[in-house]
């Protein structure tokens, strides 16, 4: 039988086997999606608020258990995974909360005696989900998509099994319908033939822009409905009026969150010449005292990457940037410990055409670049082909609203690092993505928009 095996990266130690579906079993999970749905999808939204609120209190109730087996599988610090489980339990509240009235018809004056527009649910939509946050992805599909009355299957990342596991048992244990949300272990050989079941409507996925790519070309033969949010290489621009504590407290934990693991971190520091010596001196002070260490630790900062050969890649990108001209300020070895630990790493005088300029460094490193003002910071900041997440790091907030609104992403946060909140839109342009998770705009991509007119 195939099989697949967890791997904790921080001691490069396996953690559990599980048997892989075979194609006649993947179909047959699929079918009983289609078939929870029929059902699923006349149920009330309070009814499916009354689940999610149940599902919001398992994620309270087993938090830690949750997180243990978070950092067990994808190395992420045991703080950073308590707060991770915490999230999900918000957003299941939050559109138990408010689904009814981001899903309600919308009244349009026509020369009809009443014409609106209605939201329905479409099918069952299959969700192919990467490894760096392995519980909240999935949650940040599947919440608004079951609310909205859809069912859900999860081709997760083969190194967070136990966590989508465990995902699914939450769901039945909150007293979600059987087959309304499962997770099929499969390997991405089959996403392919799942795209093309006649069961599957439509296909949203978190990764890399070559994946997103592939499941689009798919899915678009198919006719099918894609939602895309794929890598980025933020840029925050550092006026001369920012307040280096700050900035360097926000670019030290925007590159180190997650141990670095994170789509919409802070990456690429554009700093203005007349401060830019003194943010590299002050950032490598916080860089070099962040603590690496073993994730389960409490006072550890940043953890080990998810994988010892995506560890070794980030090492082939910092190499290449450093031959390029890049200059390493902090970093840049591959520790001679077990695990896939690569630590904080700065790389300065980065310009266009550099391999930290043109591409996603996914790990603890920082690209720092210097601009002669901010028209210039804006052009070097928009001179990406990625346009997910981007900050403006100033003292005059008319000023860095002026900037975030230039600024070519889905999201511009002035004097914070981007996040995902379920109130906001959340998504990228470029080769980014496209559509957007989360808020009322993210709980329609999975509907039937349907004009409705009595004469």
């Known amino acids: 039988m195939n099989t697949i095996t967890t791997i904790n990266p921080a001691t490069e130690e396996p953690i559990k086997t599980y048997n892989r579906l075979t194609a006649s079993e993947t179909a047959a999970q699929i079918e009983r999606a289609n078939k929870a749905f029929q059902s699923w999808k006349n149920t009330s939204y309070s009814e499916r608020a009354k689940l999610m609120n149940a599902l919001a209190d398992i994620f309270d109730k087993n938090k830690e258990t949750y997180a243990q087996l978070t950092t067990e599988e994808m190395g992420k610090t045991i703080v950073q995974s308590r707060k991770e489980i915490e999230k999900c339990a918000w957003i299941c509240r939050y559109y138990a909360e408010h689904t009814a009235e981001l899903l309600a018809h919308q009244t349009i004056k026509t020369e009809a005696n009443k014409s609106y527009v209605s939201f329905q649910p479409l099918g069952v939509i299959l969700a192919v989900m990467p490894w760096n946050f392995p519980f909240y ?39 979600f319908p059987q087959g309304v949300f499962s997770n099929l272990n499969v390997s991405s050989d089959a996403v392919e033939s799942i795209i093309e079941n006649k069961h599957i409507v439509a296909v949203t996925l978190t990764g890399s822009a070559p994946a997103g790519q592939s499941v689009a070309s798919i899915a678009g033969k198919n006719l099918k409905k894609t939602v895309l949010e794929l890598g980025g290489s933020d840029a925050y621009i550092i006026l001369e009026d920012a307040d280096l504590e700050k900035a360097t407290d926000l670019a030290t934990y925007g590159r180190l969150q997650n141990n670095g693991q994170t789509c919409i971190a802070a990456k690429r520091f554009i700093v203005l010449e007349e401060i830019y010596d003194d943010f590299i001196n002050l950032f490598k002070q916080k860089m070099k005292a962040a603590k690496m260490g073993e994730p389960t630790d409490e006072d550890t900062y940043y953890g080990p990457l998810a994988r010892v050969d995506l560890r070794d890649e980030l090492h082939e990108q910092v190499t290449k940037t450093i031959n390029q001209g890049g200059k390493l300020i902090l970093g840049g070895n591959i520790p001679d410990r077990k695990g ?92 980014s993505g496209y559509g957007r998770e989360l808020s009322g705009y993210g709980i329609r991509e999975f509907t039937n928009i349907k004009s409705i007119w009595i004469d």
């Not at 028209?375 to 928009?382: D, F, R, T, V």
């Not at 346009?387 to 975030?404: F, H, M, P, Q, Y």
């Open 137 to 175: 992805q999935v949650i940040r599909f599947l919440v608004p998509a079951l609310m909205a009355g859809n069912a859900g299957v999860l081709k997760h990342a083969s190194n967070v099994q136990g966590c989508a596991f465990a995902l699914q048992q939450a769901l039945e244990d909150a007293g």
């Open 340 to 431: 896939a630990y690569y630590p904080a790493t700065i790389l300065s005088d980065i310009k266009p055409g550099m391999e930290a300029f043109e591409e996603e460094l996914f790990g603890p490193v920082a690209s720092v670049i210097k601009a002669i003002d901010e028209n210039h910071a804006i052009k070097l900041a928009n001179l990406s082909k990625f346009g997910l997440g981007s900050g403006v790091i100033t003292e005059n907030k008319s000023r860095g609203e002026k900037l975030a609104l230039q600024l070519e992403a889905g999201s511009s946060f002035v004097n914070k690092l981007v996040v995902s909140d379920p109130r906001l839109p959340f998504g990228g342009i470029k080769t």
